[in-house]
């Protein structure tokens, strides 16, 4: 088998730039995590309150049975819209 002709470079091998690219920052905000488990705490509370004393309270009774669970269950759901967005 013949042997290949070595190359023979007149110019030095290619090395990169030293430099260091410029961090990317990944994470979440600050406020993330707290808001959204203020979020599930307050739509639980919520919940729980209304079963429990609803009649009592006179804002609770302006919304009624349904009302108070929707936004019981409101406050939860922008929890979870939170949590999607948790690294």
Known sequence: MP????????????????TTPESVKFGNPVW?????VTMFLLGLLWIVVFYLAGTNIPVMQDFGNLG?????????????????RWH
């Open 32 to 36: 993330l995590v707290p808001t959204m």
């Open 68 to 84: 108070n669970i929707l936004i019981g269950f409101g406050f939860i759901g922008v929890g979870f819209a939170l949590a999607t």
């Open 3 to 18: 042997k290949s002709k070595s190359r023979k470079s007149k110019q030095p091998a290619y090395t990169p730039p030293t």
